[in-house]
């Protein structure tokens, strides 16, 4: 995939209808997908838990 084989414009539309670009695999380019489910993830104060975290919930 060349650089400018995608327009920004083009980019900046399907991403406002629910759409993004991801590889397929390694060096097979780019193609469009989307998803039924969506969410937001907060980028202000994140929080990953540890696996100790997580397994003390289930423990």
Same mark, same amino acid.
């Given at each position: 995939? @060349?650089? %400018?084989?995608?327009?920004?414009?083009?980019?900046i539309r #399907?991403? &406002?209808? #629910?759409?993004? +670009?991801? &590889? %397929?695999? =390694? #060096?097979? #380019? +780019? &193609? *469009?997908? $989307? $998803?039924?489910?969506r969410a +937001?993830?907060?980028l202000d104060? =994140? *929080?990953?838990? @540890?696996?100790?975290?997580?397994? $003390? &919930?289930? +423990?």
């Open positions: 995939m @060349t650089r %400018n084989q995608y327009d920004i414009e083009e980019i #399907g991403y &406002a209808q #629910g759409y993004f +670009l991801m &590889a %397929n695999e =390694p #060096g097979a #380019g +780019l &193609a *469009w997908y $989307s $998803s039924r489910e +937001l993830i907060p104060d =994140p *929080w990953i838990p @540890t696996c100790r975290q997580c397994c $003390s &919930a289930i +423990l």
